[in-house]
């Protein structure tokens, strides 16, 4: 069941559903004994009777079988053999070969690139022994990307090293998953691209919602091994030598995708609410990296009754497309509008560990839930950014007035001040940032806007200040803090009055009168122009030369 969020909550009222999925999973399988020396020797002891026959020559010759096998079997078979070449987008040219059969099942396509693996390099000793050392860097080497049809996960890839130990990675889709489980449960849901536009949101929100159970651990290993060792793995060693040599992969996290799709009544709704979003959030959060892609300009009005479009990739835009993005590290944070009235806001964690909850696959349903409960501190903190207000009329009176804090006594918030004015919008610009952000954070943030020192000592003493003035909370059991979603609001609310609204207004008063006026007015310049004119007159009034 999707864990609501304000900006959620807020738009409920124009929306026909919303959904949480867990998009792209991306699993590292790695042969544990493989990836060190003395594991290594073992299995090929297991492999081949004995270590006389490892060194450089018989390595390159199995990955040279392994290549002349894929190859041979996709002209058997009549499958398409690619090589690409660098930066070749390989999952578009993978759509355009996937078999129209719904009954197809197996390998469809096999693409060839190179990337950088884990390859031994074994040397004689003086004795005779075999000696193992690791190539680094890691060389470039053939990875050999399976296309395959699978009956629950529907497009997987598996992608796979040549070399020994043959590490693999897979590449699977949770909006597939959910569709095809809703077939079988004969759940109406409309599909386009890869998103849910019609039918039962709902359902489609609870079937996703057990991929955060444990028994998606089964799920996932069950069908990384159902096509591994029998139409990967097989062409470097077949099924005898794996099982005699011991060969298992274990596998790990490495790449998980969650979204929330809010799904409008109407892309005009939806073009309003979001566009609005982004006018009022980009400069209070600082949030650089807003990109569109053209098309048409104006979207439906009401749903179209066309039938979707089922699984097909659109490459040019038919509205446009507009990619709020935001980054920490390995943590990116995207809003953007897909299809005609389908917003999408997802979180992905491009290295799993950095998440520190681990990494092993047993641990998957634990990173989707901190995934999720990331995205909801995302959009808690965007929220009050888009919808601000000052709710105290006498905020601008007590925000100078001094703390106290257990027995310390706390100076004030004085946004008079260019210094604490500095602090509060490094604090909006940290805001995004589910994590949330540390002392040193806070002051490179603030320094950024200075031209005077600014150390870390300030930053903490500034803090204070605000922790007194309950703007900023601490995260339990860390060095880490987060600002309260009424501080945002506050905030927010403060800054565009200055910035948006007395600043313009005083900077116009002094000018009686504009140039000729464009033929397009932007209705803020409208408003800022009456009020330009309302205000000399009080100026007049009040005997204030202007």
């Not at 890869?194 to 998606?216: E, M, Y």
Request: charged share 25%; net charge positive; proline share 5%.
């Amino acid at each position: 069941m999707t864990q609501r969020d304000d900006f959620s909550s807020y738009c409920e009222e124009l929306l026909d559903g919303v959904y949480d999925c867990v998009d792209r999973i991306i699993l590292n399988g790695y042969f544990a004994s493989g990836s060190y020396g003395g594991g290594f020797r073992t299995w090929w002891r297991q492999l081949t009777g004995g270590d006389e026959t490892l060194d450089e020559e018989h390595l390159k010759r199995m990955a040279g079988r392994f290549s002349r096998r894929v190859r041979a079997f996709a002209l058997e078979h009549n499958i398409g053999l690619i090589d690409c070449g660098v930066g070749e987008p390989k999952h578009e040219l993978a759509q355009k070969h996937r078999p129209q059969d719904p009954t197809f099942r197996g390998v469809f396509l096999i693409l060839v690139a190179k990337a950088p693996a884990l390859v031994w390099q074994a040397h004689k000793t003086k004795t005779g022994a075999p000696h193992l050392e690791r190539k680094k860097p890691w060389p470039f080497v053939n990875h050999y990307h399976f296309h395959i049809i699978d009956p629950q996960w529907g497009h997987l890839t598996i992608k796979m090293s040549g070399h020994p130990p043959f590490g693999v990675q897979i590449m699977l889709n949770g909006h597939e998953w959910v569709d095809r489980l809703a077939r079988k449960r004969t759940i109406s849901l409309e599909k386009e691209g890869n998103c849910f536009v019609g039918g039962a949101i709902q359902a489609a929100d609870q079937l996703a919602d057990t991929l955060r159970a444990k028994r998606a651990i089964g799920q996932l290993a069950a069908v990384c091994d159902r096509w591994i060792y029998s139409s990967c793995l097989c062409f470097g060693l077949d099924l005898e030598e794996q099982r005699r040599s011991g060969f298992r992969y274990q596998y790990s996290c490495y790449q998980i995708e969650y979204s929330r799709n809010l799904l409008f009544h109407s892309g005009a709704m939806l073009d309003e609410v979001y566009q609005g979003l982004i006018d009022r959030s980009r400069r209070l959060l600082s949030l650089p990296r807003i990109k569109t892609i053209l098309g048409y300009k104006h979207r439906p009005y009401r749903t179209a009754r066309t039938r979707p479009r089922l699984e097909r990739i659109v490459t040019h835009a038919d509205h446009d497309l507009t990619i709020f993005k935001v980054q920490f590290g390995a943590l990116i944070l995207k809003i953007y509008d897909k299809g005609a009235r389908l917003l999408r806001i997802e979180v992905t964690a491009h290295d799993a560990k950095k998440l520190r909850i681990g990494k092993r696959l047993d641990k998957f349903p634990a990173l989707v839930t901190a995934l999720r409960q990331m995205l909801c501190e995302f959009l808690n903190a965007l929220h009050p950014a888009h919808i601000s207000y000052l709710d105290d009329q006498r905020i601008l009176d007590t925000l100078p007035l001094p703390t106290q804090r257990g027995a310390r006594r706390l100076a004030g918030v004085d946004l008079a001040k260019q210094r604490m004015r500095a602090v509060t919008q490094a604090l909006l610009t940290l805001t995004p940032n589910p994590q949330g952000f540390t002392i040193k954070e806070l002051a490179a943030a603030t320094r950024r806007q200075l031209t005077s020192p600014y150390t870390t000592r300030n930053a903490a003493y500034d803090l204070a200040k605000l922790r007194g003035k309950t703007f900023v909370d601490r995260i339990a059991n860390s060095r880490r803090y987060r600002t309260t979603p009424d501080a945002i609001r506050t905030l927010a609310a403060l800054f565009i009055l200055r910035e948006h609204v007395i600043k313009p207004v005083i900077a116009g008063v002094g000018k009686p009168r504009l140039a000729r006026p464009p033929k397009c007015i932007h209705p803020i310049d409208q408003h800022y122009e009456a009020l330009c004119h309302e205000m000399r007159r009080t100026f007049e009034t009040l005997r204030l030369a202007a």
